[in-house]
C-alpha cells in the first residue's frame, strides 16, 4: 500500500506528523493530491478543544483541513464513464458533501443537509498529501487562479452566499464589520456587486489599511483609540459619512458588541447580514417595534450554497484578490506550529496557508 505524510489530531493540542496510507476511493470519488489548504478557524477552535469535531463522538483522531486545492491523480469509474475528470485536472474541493437526498438538499438548501460528509470535520481532511472527494464536490479551476488561491475558495465561497443576502442594489453604502480573511473577501464582493461606499470597520489598522487597498472607501477603527480612523460613536460616524444611517450591513465578526452595533447603524428597510460565529449563549437584542415600523430585514448566513461557479468567476476576472488576504505559509510537517501561530502570535496576520509541493 502506498504511503503519504499525514498531520493527525487526536485530541486538543495532539497532532501528530505521521505516515499512514493513501487512501483508497470508491467509484464515486477522484483522489486528489493536496497543493495548497487554508488554516481556518475552526481548525484552531478543533486543536485548541473549543468546539467537537463533525464525527460520531466529536473526537479524533482526524486530519483536520477542508479548505484546499489540488490535482486529480485517480478518477472513480463513474466520474470516468461521465467523462468529467481526468488524471492531473486542476481542481478546488467543496467541502461540504450534502446527501442531495433529503427534503433540504431537493430544495437547494444544500447548507442545511442533516446528513453531510465534511471533510476536515467528520471525514478525513486535507492536512495530507492526498485526500479522497466525492466526485460532486470537486471542481475545476480556471488557469488563471493558483492554487493558493483556489484553497480559498471555499470561504470565498461563504462570503460569496453572505453578500448575496444582503442584496446590494447599485450604489449602496455597505458596512462590512470585521476584517479577517472573510470581511476582507466581503469588501471586495461588496464593490463587485454594486455597492458605491464600503465602509470597513474592524478593530485594527493592519485589516483596515488592506481593506482600503482592496476597495474600501471608508475606514473606521472601533478598538485602538491612536488610531487614525479610531471612532467612539460608529452610529454618528456612519451618519457623516453617508448623510444617514446605512440600508445594509454584513457582520464578520463574532464580536458581540459589532453583532449589536449592526443594528444601531443601520436605517428603515435596511438588510443586516449576520455571518460570524458567537458563543451558544449569545443573544441579540432587537427593538422590535421599532424594527417592525421601520421593516428592517435581519438575516443569518450559513455556509455556501449555489454559489461555487461565481466564485471561479471572481477570481478569475480580478475582482476578487486573494493573494494579499494570505500572509504566512507553513509547510504539512509545520502545520502544528501554523495552528497555534494563527491563534498564539501578536505578529499582524489575516490567513495563514499550507503549502504542499
Not at 487512501?23 to 493536496?34: C, Q, R, S, T
Not at 448575496?164 to 464582493?189: D, E, F, H, P, R
Request: glycine share 8%; net charge neutral.
Amino acid at each position: 500500500m502506498a504511503k503519504m505524510k499525514v498531520q493527525n489530531f487526536y485530541e486538543p493540542l495532539v497532532m501528530k506528523y505521521e505516515e499512514h496510507d493513501i487512501p483508497e476511493i470508491a467509484d464515486n470519488e477522484v483522489l486528489v493530491k493536496i497543493k495548497a489548504v487554508g488554516i481556518c478557524g475552526s481548525d484552531v477552535s478543533y486543536y485548541y478543544g473549543h468546539s467537537p469535531l463533525g464525527t460520531a463522538n466529536g473526537k479524533g483522531p482526524l486530519y483536520l483541513g477542508h479548505e484546499a486545492s489540488g490535482v486529480i491523480t485517480k478518477v472513480g469509474k463513474i466520474p470516468a464513464g461521465f467523462g468529467l475528470f481526468k488524471e492531473g485536472d486542476r481542481i478546488a474541493i467543496n467541502p461540504v458533501q450534502q446527501c442531495n437526498a433529503c427534503p433540504a438538499c431537493m430544495r437547494g438548501e444544500f447548507n442545511v443537509c442533516n446528513h453531510c460528509e465534511v471533510i476536515g470535520v467528520s471525514v478525513n481532511g486535507c492536512f495530507a498529501e492526498y485526500v479522497k472527494v466525492k466526485f460532486t464536490h470537486a471542481y475545476k479551476i480556471p488557469d488563471e487562479v493558483s492554487f493558493e488561491s483556489a484553497a480559498l475558495a471555499e470561504p470565498l465561497a461563504c462570503s460569496t452566499h453572505g453578500v448575496k443576502l444582503l442584496n446590494i442594489q447599485l450604489g449602496q453604502a455597505v458596512a462590512v464589520y470585521g476584517l479577517g480573511s472573510i470581511g476582507l473577501m466581503m469588501v471586495q464582493l461588496a464593490r463587485a456587486s454594486g455597492a458605491g461606499k464600503v465602509i470597513a470597520m474592524g478593530a485594527h489598522d493592519f485589516g483596515l489599511e488592506k481593506a482600503k487597498k482592496l476597495g474600501a472607501t471608508h475606514l473606521i477603527n472601533t478598538r485602538e483609540k491612536d488610531s487614525p480612523y479610531y471612532t467612539e460613536n460608529t452610529e454618528k460616524k456612519i451618519t457623516e459619512i453617508n448623510g444617514e444611517r446605512l440600508p445594509r450591513c454584513i457582520v464578520a465578526t463574532s464580536n458581540m458588541t459589532a453583532l449589536q452595533d449592526a443594528i444601531k447603524i443601520t436605517g428603515p428597510c435596511s438588510t443586516v447580514v449576520y455571518f460570524g460565529l458567537p458563543g451558544p449563549q449569545d443573544e441579540l437584542k432587537v427593538p422590535v417595534l421599532d424594527a417592525i415600523q421601520s421593516e428592517r430585514t435581519l438575516k443569518f448566513s450559513w455556509l455556501a450554497p449555489l454559489v461555487w461557479d461565481n466564485v471561479f468567476a471572481a477570481v478569475a476576472s480580478g475582482q476578487v484578490k486573494l493573494d494579499s488576504i494570505i500572509t504566512h505559509k507553513f509547510s504539512l510537517e509545520d502545520a502544528e506550529k501554523g495552528v497555534k501561530f494563527m491563534k498564539e502570535s501578536k505578529e499582524n496576520k489575516v490567513k495563514g496557508i499550507l503549502v504542499l509541493d
